[in-house]
Nanobody, 123 residues
Framework: QMVESGGGLVQAGESLRLSCTAS????????MGWFRQAPGKEREGVSC????????YYLDSVKGRFTISRDNAKNTLYLQMNSLEPEDTAMYYC??????????????????WGQGTQVTVSS
């Protein structure tokens, strides 16, 4: 089971830090990703990190504002979100999957998903 936390309602320009913890799953064995889905829109990959943290990828619209990280010892994944914009409003999900030594922003490669945490950014 994977559980996200840290979402909330903030104003544009503010920051949030999302966390994702897992029970019954060793996250160090997997590539990890953050995805989001806004109402009426398709789910999109926001960021991902390989199991060893040597490969990281970001959606173009969040580059320079979001930072993904993981602490395998704590079995936890993070997403630091700075300079939030109203367009970032969505349900955010963490996911785990096998992708060799890298990671992907495509959801098809992920087998395990959390229930999501809502991020709402007001203008």
């Amino acid at each position: 089971q994977m559980v996200e936390s840290g979402g909330g309602l903030v104003q544009a320009g503010e920051s949030l830090r999302l966390s994702c913890t897992a029970s019954g799953l060793i996250l160090a064995d997997y590539a990890m990703g953050w995805f989001r889905q806004a109402p009426g829109k398709e789910r999109e990959g926001v960021s991902c990190v390989s199991w060893a943290s040597n490969n990281l990828y970001y959606l173009d619209s969040v580059k320079g504002r979001f930072t993904i990280s993981r602490d395998n010892a704590k079995n936890t994944l993070y997403l630091q979100m700075n300079s939030l914009e109203p367009e970032d409003t969505a349900m955010y999900y963490c996911a785990a999957g096998s992708y060799g030594g890298s990671c992907s922003l495509h959801a098809v490669f992920y087998n395990y998903w959390g229930q999501g945490t809502q991020v709402t950014v007001s203008s």
